[in-house]
């Protein structure tokens, strides 16, 4: 049966009466788990924090008690009540879950967004633990911080473990709108030339490659200057020392919510195991160097040597030398001052990890019930980004799909930029790369580097309007989106 709050949260619902209908719920009222699983506050809110010695006005996402994010446990029900507390509408997307579609949190596809002083009661099993997180999906928002980690416990969680979140973030003292509107306008002084297709060839870096399109040209990347990188809201000239145990162990959650920015992370000495993507087990790899795209996870687990030291954990921006950070301080070491521009410059992402990653629970070997091909496409000269050359407006055909069916998604990048392309609602698995099939990483969010076929399957086990879209936020915002609808 639905709970008030589920109808309150429908798509049906105005924003006037929606706002209404979630203030007259206060105090809560008791949910489809009874009365016992108390309702966890989060408040979107405007906060200050300090980059490059200067003030910025950001958004964040805090408990009461300022815990920014939340941190619970598999099985228990996902109880929250979000509370607009800035001057716009907004609305939060719990990314990597799997809530009922009208709590997904995407404005205008999941439901309304929640007006200022407003607030709105989600209740959703959770299927499953794991490095998970947080963010507006309204307008802009994103760029200005409004993200939060959400950490899910499981079996996997050790109690000898110490866990160690760091959010990675870019960040402009410029407005977001006129980021964007600076895009549009650079993007529209292209060179005819490069403008000509197939495949339309993105600005700067990759002019020189324009002879030689699609895969074999340099790939355009970071094509917003910013102004500093964060890891937990602080550059590497005041950046967070995290005291650890000598000889102890570590889980370290890096979520990348960066609007454009991809990195490498570097463990320097440390030897690294990554056992999870996107919350998601894989059979562990080690290393020292593992690429995160944009609204990816990784779980990283460390053994701290026993002499006392302290070791960054450093995230380099890809096709560049800015670098952020914090450092684990081991013992009563000296922290030495990290440069902000690493030795050598990071290389771009490529699919070498992807192509490796072997998920620890595969989906059951099945074939396709439904394929679609989706091909990201792009013109430069509008900085118009598109899905199989439609640059999504509320008009735009879902791709349909219908419940029970094991899907694939074919996607093919026609551009010079790649796209982390995210499907939500659903975990994936990534199954093919430029024509080899493997049973790879199960995850929600997977890299397209220019030029190259990725193929993921899912299962459709949770009826509704899913959106489907570049996680780029001004591909995004520019029409790299689409949805799948299915009853
Ligand atoms: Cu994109």
């Known amino acids: 049966m639905l709970s008030r709050r589920t109808v309150v949260m429908g798509a049906l619902a105005t924003s006037a009466s929606f706002r209404l209908a979630a203030q007259a719920q206060n105090p ?62 907004s609305l939060v997307h719990w990314h990597g879950l799997t809530p009922p579609w009208q709590q997904d949190g995407v404005p205008g ?132 020392v995290i005291k650890v145990e000598p000889g102890g162990r570590v889980l370290l959650r890096i979520i990348n919510s960066s609007a454009m920015s991809a990195y490498h992370i570097d ?42 030291a302290s070791y960054p954990v450093l995230a380099v921006l890809e096709g560049d030398s800015k670098q952020t950070g914090v450092i684990l301080a081991a013992g009563n070491a000296l922290v030495a001052r990290i440069p902000e521009l690493a030795k050598m410059p990071s290389s771009s992402l490529t699919l070498d990890l992807e192509g490796r990653l072997r998920s620890v629970r595969s989906l059951t070997p099945r074939r396709a019930d439904r394929v679609h091909t989706i091909n990201l496409t792009g013109d430069m000269a509008k900085y118009i980004w598109s899905l199989n050359n439609v640059a999504w407006t509320p008009n735009a055909l879902p791709l349909p799909i219908a419940n029970g069916e094991r899907v694939e998604l074919i996607m093919v990048n026609q551009t010079g930029m790649p796209h982390p392309m995210h499907l939500h609602g659903h975990e994936f698995q990534v199954v093919e790369i430029d024509g080899k099939r493997f049973p790879g990483a199960v995850r929600d969010t997977v890299l397209v580097p220019p030029g190259r076929r990725v193929v993921i399957a899912f299962d459709a086990n949770n009826p509704g309007l899913w959106a489907f879209h570049c996680h780029l936020l001004y591909h995004l915002d520019a029409g790299m989106f689409t949805t799948l609808k299915y009853v």
Do not use: C
């Open 109 to 240: 596809i999941s439901g309304p967004p929640i007006l200022p002083g407003g607030s709105a009661d989600y209740d959703f099993p959770l299927r499953f633990g794991g490095t998970f997180w947080m963010h507006s999906h309204q307008g802009l928002q994103e760029q200005l911080l409004m993200a939060a980690p959400l950490i899910i416990r499981d079996q996997r969680d050790r109690p000898d473990q110490q866990e160690i979140v760091v959010m990675l973030a870019d960040f402009s003292f410029t407005p977001p709108d006129q980021i964007f509107a600076e895009l549009k306008k650079s993007a529209s002084k292209v060179p005819p030339a490069a403008q000509a297709g197939p495949p339309p060839i993105a600005k700067k870096a990759s002019m020189a490659g324009m002879a030689t399109p699609g895969a074999a040209a340099k790939p355009d990347l970071n094509d917003v200057k910013y102004d500093a990188f964060l890891a937990n809201d602080r550059t590497l000239a005041d950046p967070e």
């Open 267 to 308: 463990l320097g000495t440390l030897d690294g195991e990554l056992t999870a993507v996107d919350g998601f087990a894989v059979t562990p790899v080690r290393g020292r160097n593992f690429p995160i795209a944009v609204a990816q996870r990784l779980d990283i687990r460390l053994a701290i040597p026993r002499t006392p």
């Open 28 to 89: 809560p009222a008791s949910g489809p788990g009874g009365d016992a699983a108390p309702r966890t506050v989060l408040r979107l809110q405007r906060r200050n924090i300090e980059v490059n010695g200067k003030l910025a006005s950001v958004y964040g996402i805090r408990q009461p008690d300022g815990t920014f994010g939340i941190t619970t446990d598999v099985g228990k029900p996902f109880r929250t009540r979000v509370e607009n507390r800035i001057e716009e509408p």
